[in-house]
């Protein structure tokens, strides 16, 4: 039986543990208050930040913010269904031809799509060239030379043979003219020949690798050749020589066969421009 003077056995417990495990809080005096000088700082930009005690004014180190990114429409346009910008500008791959010539067209299937013709450089007759110009000068020398001697019958054949020659010349202008590349969505294609027309072609699907060669003279004048393979195996294209603008033609047959959708939408988008008369 306990008696009035006696705390309970439980509350004598804790005040025992109170007084061991705990201390009396310091009071700030009146003389060490905080002044509003000393007190941290909390800088707008920093806002956000996070807070850390070990730093100086309490808040991590931080990059100035400057506010969220911003972006243009244009920077929008491809991301928003599937919609193509316009090529941008300094682009290498120029505008595609609307239609194809009548020499291009016949070789054409309806349901095949036209993306361009390109003819051989004009690097391909440097040597007919050449070889016209100099006949030109030594006939011209020769054939004096022989009217001042009165050979009359020998400056004839001269300038017969001279004639043989700017023909043989002449037919390989025309041989040049009809020698086309060209493309579509389907395939590639090469025609050539006048009286004995050859066409040989490639499926774009077929094409597993592909790529042009520019030599010195080829970056000077701006022209190069390309090679293809397929599977493997050899094919009338493997080699085409002398075709002008190689990156800008090797960009177009590359986008072509990767981008496809990216070609369709572009080209209509120009129609609609077109339509609208903008």
Not at 110 to 128: D, M, S
Not at 144 to 167: E, F, Y
Not at 239 to 264: G, H, K, T, W
Request: net charge negative; glycine share 8%.
């Amino acid at each position: 039986m306990t008696t009035g003077s006696e705390p309970p056995e439980d509350e004598g417990r804790s005040r025992r543990f109170e007084d061991r495990d705990t201390e009396p809080i310091p009071r700030a005096r009146p003389s060490e208050a905080p002044t509003p000088s000393s007190a941290p700082s909390y800088p707008e930009d920093f806002a956000d930040a996070p807070y850390d005690p070990l730093t100086d004014g309490g808040y991590a180190d931080r990059a100035r913010y400057d506010g969220p990114p911003s972006f243009t429409e244009d920077e929008f346009a491809g991301l928003r269904g599937g919609e193509v910008g316009p090529v941008p500008v300094g682009s290498r791959v120029a505008p595609l031809d609307e239609e194809a010539s009548r020499h291009a067209a016949r070789y054409l299937f309806p349901t095949e799509k036209f993306r361009g013709e390109w003819k051989r450089h004009w690097i391909q007759l440097a040597k007919e060239g050449l070889v016209a110009v100099g006949a030109t000068i030594a006939m011209g020398y020769v054939a004096g030379w022989l009217t001042k001697h009165n050979q009359t019958q020998l400056r004839t054949a001269v300038l017969i043979i001279w004639a043989l020659v700017i023909l043989w010349c002449a037919w390989r202008v025309a041989d040049w003219w009809y020698d086309r590349f060209i493309l579509t969505n389907k395939r590639v294609m090469v025609v050539s020949g006048i009286f004995t027309r050859n066409v040989a072609m490639m499926p774009l699907l077929r094409v597993t690798d592909m790529k042009y060669v520019q030599s010195l003279t080829g970056r000077m004048f701006g022209y190069g050749h390309f090679e293809l393979e397929s599977a493997g195996q050899d094919q009338a294209l493997r080699n085409i020589r002398n075709l002008p603008n190689p990156n800008e033609l090797y960009l177009r047959i590359v986008e072509e066969m990767y981008e496809p959708e990216a070609v369709e939408a572009r080209l209509g988008r120009a129609a609609t421009s077109e339509d609208d008369g903008t």
